[in-house]
């Protein structure tokens, strides 16, 4: 079956250390995201791919990196820069830009 | 900033009921979108719309552009409808790759 495969569901990590969060997707995508959702917030962009090898900051990227060498996979960093990490992760994809996307089931970071 | 809002924000309803979300943007869009967001977290992508309307199910979308204005009823709803909803405009002046989210309406449906 055709979908996003965010991996692991639940992530525990002490202040200060790195972590990468799992996005994959079998649906021939080119385009993937990821977003960040807080309580009582909407989703917000941390960073964007459209193609192979390239990718677009969105509006929270600071203290994220992320690559796009496959494109099957679109790993997420969440570095110690990142002032508040704890949120849940939301990795999606799109056939082009802005189409309609298909979504993973979520990565709930928390940082203790 | 909230180029998007969404009304209610929360919405219990019984069984059998008739349901409408609505959504408000103040951007130029290109498209619309709404979500279904389940309590374990993962997203659904319900319907993308740029004019006019279109039903699934018992699901439809309506979108008014003069007045940026959109509607998500559901019919005869049904406790498995219990949901966040989540309105979505693709920005036309914004970042390329940026949809812009509404904060979303959390919808409980009693048996």
């Known amino acids: 079956d055709g979908g996003i495969t965010q991996s692991p569901k639940y992530l525990f990590r002490k202040e200060g250390q790195n972590v990468t969060l799992s996005c994959e997707q079998n649906?021939?995508?080119?385009?993937m995201y990821w977003y960040r959702q807080d309580p009582g917030q909407g989703l917000r962009l941390i960073y964007y791919?459209?193609?192979?090898?390239?990718?677009q900051k969105g509006d929270i990227a600071e203290g994220y990196s992320v690559s796009r060498e496959k494109k099957e996979s679109f790993p997420l960093t969440v570095t110690s820069a990142q002032k508040n990490p704890t949120a849940f992760y939301l990795c999606?994809?799109?056939?082009?830009?802005?189409?309609?996307?298909?979504f993973g089931q979520g990565t709930r970071l928390t940082v203790v | 900033k909230n180029e998007v809002e969404q009304s209610p924000q929360n919405l219990t309803a019984q069984e059998e009921e008739f349901i409408t979300i609505n959504c408000s943007y103040s951007?130029?869009?290109?498209?619309l979108h709404w979500l279904q967001q389940h309590p374990g977290g993962g997203i659904v992508s319900l319907f993308m719309?740029?004019?006019g309307k279109k039903k699934h199910g018992r699901l439809i979308a309506t979108i008014n552009i003069q007045e940026k204005h959109s509607s998500l009823h559901i019919t005869a709803s049904h406790p498995r409808d219990s949901a966040v909803y989540i309105c979505?405009?693709?920005?036309?002046?914004?970042?390329?790759?940026?949809?812009?989210f509404g904060k979303g309406t959390k919808l409980s449906v009693k048996p």
């Open positions: 951007v130029g869009i290109s498209a």
């Open positions: 649906l021939n995508h080119d385009a």
């Open positions: 979505a405009v693709s920005d036309y002046g914004g970042s390329q790759g940026n949809l812009i």
């Open positions: 999606a994809s799109s056939i082009v830009l802005l189409s309609i996307a298909f």
């Open positions: 791919s459209q193609i192979v090898n390239d990718f």
């Open positions: 719309l740029s004019s």
